[in-house]
């Protein structure tokens, strides 16, 4: 039989953001409710050695970490609940918020710490080597790619950027793939660099190209209708993310700049300007 709770804070979203929201919550003695989603522990679950964490000196464990700010939060009062928010009201208060089990959440103030989830380009071959040699987090997981044939997918700033970062690490060849004919939405400043790392020969560009197919040494991209294989040792996609919450979009709540906002008047979704 589904139940009904009640908490004065209510926190969406168990990655590293949501869980330091729940533990300033619980030291503050407000109670908080933490709902873990479909993704308990967020996309440093999916990451294996973290070595640009503060506090480390050795490489650790992204799952691991996980675990320990989950037993922190716990440890200072958190309730964390394996539960999935289907449906928000929000034009009232307190907040009423439903799971897919059935219970229902009232807050009195929500947190909506969700993040964002990278977006993929949905390949069987992607799937099965994603953290072994694909990845969508240059940043994350370049300094472990040295020396190695990189190829990094996407059109916009982030992947521009991504593959500019990656081509001054010693050794390391870079492609950067774009089913485009142009760089038209990156910033003036970064396809100045891009061209100049392009004349460097520093990174190699392959426009109007598409990953069909991700092998173990190689990835097979398609141009103009026709195949063709390019050795390479490691994926890069930066095809840019999206809200890992639709259910909130449904609502009206508009997401810009990667941010929410609530009208405090109304409690309804406003833009960020």
Known sequence: MPLTHHARVIVLGSGPAGCTAAIYAARA????????????GG????????????GFADVIQGPWLMEQMQKQAEHVGTRMVYD?????????????????????YLADALIIATGAQARWLDLPSEQKFK???VSACATCDGFFFRDKELIVIGGGD????SALGLANQ???TVSLSYRGTEFSRVKERNQAKLEAAVEQKRVQLLLGTEVREV????????????????????????????????????????IVRKEIALEPATHEAAAVS
């Not at 003695?29 to 308990?40: D, E, K, S, T, W």
């Not at 996309?43 to 503060?54: G, H």
């Not at 982030?158 to 950027?161: G, R, T």
């Open 158 to 161: 982030s992947a521009v950027e």
């Open 170 to 172: 010693k050794g390391t």
């Open 29 to 40: 003695n407000l109670g908080p409710i933490l709902l873990r989603g479909l993704q308990p």
């Open 215 to 254: 092998r173990p040494q190689s990835v097979i991209l398609e141009k103009a209708d026709a195949l063709y294989e390019l050795p390479n040792d490691v994926v890069i996609v930066r095809i840019g993310g999206e809200a890992p919450y639709p259910f909130l979009q449904r609502m009206g709540v508009r």
């Open 84 to 104: 999935y928010v289907t449906k928000v009201e929000l034009a009232q208060r307190p907040f009423r918020l439903v799971c897919d089990s059935g219970d229902i």
């Open 131 to 133: 953290g072994y040699g």
């Open 43 to 54: 996309q440093l679950t999916i990451t294996t050695d973290v070595e640009n964490y503060p």
